[in-house]
């Protein structure tokens, strides 16, 4: 019973992959789980993860500016300089570990999270249905599925009942494949496979019955993902590699020039290397990558707090950036709590006869749960016998309608329901109040009037029709000259406290626009219990015969689309994204296009399988107001993310620069190249805070958005304004003062490790710093990295980092110098996000 990932099992039938897996029709029994359980168990699990493990560890130190620093190491141990070879391991090393355990505590977070939404899948075993883990199917296993499921393996039908899935993520197709149980010929291409189900497809509409013979790894679709695997960056990601990368092309085209100009004066080369590479590093944005990944780690926790599981880390920053959410209105801007309020004929009367006919219809469907459905049993109460099922068609979004053929004494009953028009549009006759056939021609007038004035009245209307036949079967060609019933009038009534809900999203600059496939009328009514007073309305109709130009300018002049098709959603999400970034929220089979096609997709925890796969985030309650909470934590993560950018690109870039500059001039080197990365190493882990931090609630107001033009500006401005405090301090020790080279190296070394802490509290807010109240570790990590640089130079190993002991006069020079820069750098700031903000690029 070994398991074959290249057997070709499409050629034959059920009864010879049950015989070869040791099953019946009624699936494994217990004692066979436990022993195939420890059978297909994943083996040297603990070796792989360790082999993992060292690999991440190791690429810690990939990076060039790493590289280089170990070659330095190398380099001092042969040349015999036994302390900077110590003091530049302990730098490597701990910023590695310190990087490694960050990725890795980041990394976890998201498998945990991820494990709360673990698709979960029908099984069969011991004759009973159980709904167990995916990850948990064995080959052999009888699986059973509806509507909306993710096939969790590669599978054989063994039956099925009008089963369409979605293959393109196999086969890259977009059509729905119509599947059956006939067996395919060895030969036989993969779209030819019909017999098959494919783990990564998902049904889209229909039942079947299969059974599982691949899993896992073993599946076609794990060895195409192994193949094929690509990741495409968000638009945050694009913008900081593209930042990184430019950043780093100023570090090494400064560094090379101050080793040649170093080595031309007066070091030697090695001297002048280590140092050029020590600029370098001070300048270069290394921990970008773990600041971002610190923030989103620990934006995702925050998240899980507030009920909105992460799926894909990298998207919390694209959270922070949607300025227009799109939603359709049930248990988001609704109750979602569908009641019946009536059932009437065509006349507009209750009937006891159309009730007991929808509730058979929604009771003995088995496709995939929905909320009418749900409505119209609990109407019942169990209070009506139910007739026995012959046959069903399922519902599917181009039919829109669900046919159920139950077992009557004379003839059997078709009874079908489903949306008005699709309904109405296979009906021939009417029981009129005689209860007499007619021909429904002459009624379509007052038909069409019932269902208007009952949409008008804000109910969701959907149609019952019926025929008797004789037939045992059920074909899509039999929904045909039917009997039009009645009307299936539904409520969903606006949840309390919408109206502020919508309020608070506009207050952070997000408009909210309605995608529903309802009609017109009950839009419009919806429209204006939202407090809408004029809603502007465009209906699918309307959509469909509209150029592709003038598309784009439609969906932006509109606020409520509605009688909207799965395929005209993600038309109406591409044309919006033109100008906004864009969050969808859906639930549905019909909403996974939508999904997929916005900047951030979201769903719920009791969506469908495939939509659930397709989202970003994943709510565990359908509410807006947690959807609010989410955006604030995204903009919480890109707000702390910038900080550490602007903070490296002002006064570490300016610091640096000017210890380049002051290279140049001075007979010494200004700064060791131990005592740069020491700096660099001392920073570290404040700068790491940062992911923690505090962030005013007026940075949350607006979307946030990656301007590349305005980091550059700051750049500029506050990197010059660093230098002139640098040089300021540079005049005041060599010319003022006469202090000695390692008197000046060793001033040098605390005012620059003073002012990069400092200027952590002026750049965290865009306020003057004393208005706002930094994070707990933010300001533990400064003070502790302020007290170590204060008490370095009077420590016992101070001589081997090239330190001195500065006199109390000297400073409080220092300080004098610190402070002056603090309080301008604090009245530039604010000036600066402000005149900014003026312009519209923050």
């Not at 197709?173 to 783990?199: A, G, H, Y």
């Not at 139950?406 to 009953?413: K, Y």
């Amino acid at each position: 019973m070994n398991q074959d990932p290249a057997k070709i099992f499409w050629n034959k039938t059920a009864d010879f992959w049950m015989k070869h897996f040791q099953t019946s029709e009624n699936g494994y029994s217990e004692e066979q789980v436990k022993c195939l359980t420890e059978q297909y168990k994943p083996k040297a699990m603990s070796e792989h993860t360790v082999l993992k493990e060292l690999k991440t560890f190791l690429l810690q130190f990939k990076s060039p500016l790493m590289l280089m620093l170990i070659f330095a190491v190398l380099l001092s141990s042969f040349l015999g300089d036994t302390s900077d070879v110590l003091i530049i391991l302990f730098i490597v090393l701990s910023t590695g570990i310190l990087s490694y355990f960050q990725e890795r505590n980041a990394h976890n977070t998201i498998k945990k999270l991820q494990s709360l939404i673990a698709h979960q899948c029908s099984v069969f075993r011991n004759g009973k249905t159980f709904e167990i883990a995916s990850e948990k199917l064995l080959p052999g296993d009888l699986v059973v599925f509806a509507a909306g499921n993710l096939i969790p393996a590669d599978c054989l039908i063994i039956e099925c009942n009008e089963l369409h899935v979605n293959e393109s993520s196999i086969t890259g197709e977009s059509f729905p494949v119509r599947k059956n149980t006939d067996t395919s010929s060895t030969d036989s291409i993969l779209s030819q496979r019909n017999n098959c189900l494919w783990m990564g497809t998902n049904v889209i509409s229909g039942t079947a019955k299969a059974i599982v013979i691949h899993t896992n790894e073993q599946t076609l679709f794990n060895q195409l993902v192994v193949s094929n695997q690509e990741n495409i960056p968000t638009s945050f990601e694009k913008g900081i590699n593209d930042f990184g990368l430019f950043l780093m092309k100023i570090t090494m085209i400064l560094a090379v020039f101050i080793f040649c100009v170093n080595i031309y004066l007066h070091e030697n080369l090695f001297d002048a290397g280590l140092f050029a590479l020590a600029l370098a590093v001070g300048m270069a944005p290394e921990l970008l990558p773990a600041i971002t990944t610190i923030a989103m780690s620990a934006g995702a926790k925050r998240l899980l707090a507030k009920k909105v599981i992460v799926k894909k880390l990298n998207a919390i920053q694209n959270l922070g950036e949607i300025d227009l959410l799109c939603t359709d209105k049930t248990g988001t801007l609704t109750a979602g709590k569908i009641t019946i309020h009536n059932i009437v004929n065509a006349w507009g009367t209750p009937d006891k006869i159309i009730q007991n006919y929808a509730c058979w219809n929604a009771c003995l469907e088995g496709g995939y749960s929905n909320p009418i459905d749900e409505a119209l049993k609990q109407s019942v109460n169990n209070s009506i016998p139910l007739p026995v099922k012959l046959a069903e068609l399922p519902y599917d979004f181009k039919r829109k309608r669900l046919s159920v053929l139950v077992q009557q004494e004379s003839n059997n009953l078709l009874i079908t329901k489903g949306a008005f028009p699709e309904i109405i549009s296979i009906c021939s006759h009417i029981q009129n109040k005689l209860a007499q056939h007619e021909n429904i021609a002459q009624y379509l007038g007052l038909i069409n009037e019932q269902f208007k004035t009952h949409a008008a009245a804000g109910f969701r209307v959907i149609a019952v029709c019926y025929k008797a036949t004789g037939t045992n079967q059920l074909h899509v060609a039999d929904e045909s000259d039917m009997i039009f019933g009645g009307f299936v009038l539904l409520t969903d009534p606006v949840k309390t406290g919408i109206h502020e809900t919508i309020q608070q999203l506009n207050a952070l600059g997000i408009d909210l626009k309605i995608i529903t496939g309802d009609n017109q009328m009950v839009a419009h009514a919806l429209g204006l219990q939202l407090g809408i007073l004029n809603p502007s309305i465009l209906s699918g109709k309307d959509l469909a015969s509209a150029s592709a130009e003038a598309i784009p300018m439609l969906v932006h002049e509109h606020q409520i689309f509605a009688e909207i098709d799965p395929q005209q959603k993600e038309q109406i999400i591409l044309a919006l994204k033109h100008k906004h970034t864009v969050a969808y929220m859906g639930d549905g089979i019909n909403d996974v296009a939508a999904l997929h096609a916005a900047d951030i997709g979201i769903s719920v925890d009791n969506a469908v399988d495939v939509a659930k796969e397709a989202a970003d985030f994943v709510l565990l309650e359908k509410n807006l107001d947690v959807i609010i909470e989410g955006i604030k934590e995204g903009r919480k993560t890109f707000a702390n993310t910038l900080k550490y950018i602007f903070i490296n690109t002002g006064s570490t870039f300016g610091n640096m620069f000017s210890v380049a500059g002051a290279s140049l001039l001075l007979p010494f080197l200004p700064m060791l190249p131990k005592q740069i990365l020491l700096t660099n190493f001392i920073t570290d882990f404040p700068y790491l805070s940062i992911a923690s931090d505090n962030v005013d609630a007026e940075q949350l107001k607006r979307p946030g958005k990656w301007h590349i033009k305005t980091i550059r500006n700051y750049m500029i401005i506050f990197g010059l304004h660093s230098s002139i405090f640098d040089m300021l301090t540079f005049f005041v020790l060599w010319k003022g003062l006469k202090v000695t080279a390692q008197g000046f190296q060793t001033a040098w070394f605390v005012e620059s490790i003073l002012t990069e802490l400092f200027i952590l509290f002026i750049i965290r807010t865009h306020q003057n710093f004393f208005k706002s109240l930094p994070g707990k570790w933010l300001f533990i990590m400064s003070a502790i990295g302020l007290i170590l640089t204060l008490i370095l130079p009077y420590l016992s190993f101070a001589e081997s980092l090239g330190l001195v002991p500065l006199p109390i006069w000297q400073l409080g020079i220092l300080f004098a110098i610190v402070s002056a820069y603090i309080l301008t750098a604090d009245v530039l700031k604010v000036w600066f996000f402000k005149s900014q903000l003026n312009k519209q690029t923050v």
